[in-house]
């Protein structure tokens, strides 16, 4: 009995140590491998001299979240999370109704910070925070982005695009991130109710296609002091396509559609009925993105196909359109958006574009530490570089003036 006892405890001592010695080598690997600082590309050398002074961030290693690393399993993660999770914050949003020129309803989520902000209501520096393609004001993303906007002294605004947000369709027309009538629509709300405030947009996935869009339209007219665009897809041929690859099928496609189908479509399909051009038996049979574009985007937006939808879509080429200091930031293992599809070289030539690229963090996840809840790299970024640009404005030297 005691030979087997004795054998017993060498056996868990055994597999204790090689549980240890795995541990150690995982621990070495990311501290090794993992751990980085963002590749930063900017074309400006002044540009660039005002990044790398007033976001230290970018200065210092990311650390991405220890024990999910891998970038579809972030990104799986950061969707369950912005789900799932509450987020307690000693503020609630106020809501604004917006009634669009074709009888469109806009839902505006505003959060005044009257009581912790400096600046006087009518010149209060404002944030204009869109979401992806299924998110609203309720992601946990946006809440922290919202909150940390608060602790800068500064008002926010989420922009919940149509039949989003817990708003109802008013008309059979949905979001398309090519048509930037709903953005100036909401710029110019923004800019009547508060003509002296300082404004800056962040666009998340498909808002941020949405924002650039917009950027690209009106250039030096947008009426924005800057931008941050997260998670962008370039090129809309090469990230479906990535999409529609095994796993990534099973794991972000359907996903998606599901979301898609429970926010938007269902709550809304007799709306969508009255339009004539669209079957919403078929769209919400719809099981891929692809298929989803083709049978509500296309026919709703004038569109003959996909194809001329995403040729459209496209980012490449239109860099020089940019005429504001622009943040992008994505990862390198984006399942969403391939590294190839990134146009490096294009960004490097532009006066107004930074590319912040990591080397993990997954499709708008940028978890980092050990608790998937906290607010992250991205967030971290995001609120030192909103308040460099309003500071800069404060101090009559706006960035979007630099020259080479």
């Known amino acids: 009995m005691a030979d087997l006892d004795s054998t017993l405890y060498i056996s868990d001592l055994n597999q204790a140590w090689v549980a240890l010695g795995i541990g150690l080598v995982y621990v070495i690997y990311y501290i090794t491998f993992v751990v980085k600082k963002p590749l930063i590309i900017c074309g400006n050398p002044r540009l660039r001299d005002f990044i790398d002074t007033n976001l230290p961030v970018l200065n210092e290693d990311y650390w991405p979240l220890f024990w999910c690393l891998n970038g579809k399993f972030q990104t799986l993660l950061k969707g369950v999370t912005n789900k799932t999770v509450r987020i307690s914050v000693n503020w609630t949003y106020r809501r604004d109704v917006l009634v669009t020129p074709d009888g469109g309803e806009i839902c505006l989520d505003w959060v005044d910070n009257d009581k912790k902000s400096l600046h006087l209501r009518d010149e209060r520096p404002t944030v204009i925070i869109v979401p992806g393609l299924s998110g609203s004001s309720g992601e946990v993303y946006v809440i922290h982005m919202v909150e940390s906007v608060q602790k800068l002294g500064y008002r926010s605004v989420v922009f919940n695009n149509r039949g989003l947000g ?120 719809a099981r891929t993105v692809r298929q989803f574009h083709t049978r509500l985007i296309v026919p709703t937006f004038g569109y003959k196909d996909w194809k001329q939808y995403y040729r459209d879509c496209n980012l490449t080429g239109l860099m020089h359109k940019i005429k504001i200091p622009t943040l992008f930031m994505n990862a390198a293992d984006d399942p969403f958006t391939p590294l190839s599809s990134i146009p490096i070289e294009e960004m490097r030539k532009e006066e107004n574009v930074i590319l912040v690229l990591t080397s993990h963090g997954g499709h708008c996840g940028f978890m980092e530490g050990v608790l998937p809840t906290q607010s992250g790299y991205m967030c971290k970024v995001f609120s030192q570089y909103v308040n460099a640009i309003f500071k800069n404005d404060e101090q009559n030297n706006r960035v979007n003036e630099f020259e080479r």
């Open 166 to 285: 817990g708003c109802r369709l008013k008309t059979p027309r949905t979001f398309c991130p090519k048509n930037t009538e709903d953005f100036r629509t909401v710029v110019q709300h923004i800019r009547k109710d508060y003509p002296n405030a300082p404004l800056f947009a962040l666009g998340a996935s498909a808002g941020g296609l949405n924002l650039f869009h917009y950027l690209a339209d009106y250039g030096k007219d947008c009426q924005l002091n800057g931008a941050m665009i997260v998670s962008v897809l370039y090129e809309m041929f090469a990230s479906t396509k990535n999409l529609e690859t095994f796993p990534n099928v099973l794991l972000f496609n359907q996903t998606l559609i599901r979301d898609l189908h429970y926010d938007m479509l269902l709550p809304n399909q007799d709306i969508l009925r009255t339009h004539k051009n669209l079957d919403v038996n078929s769209i919400l049979q």
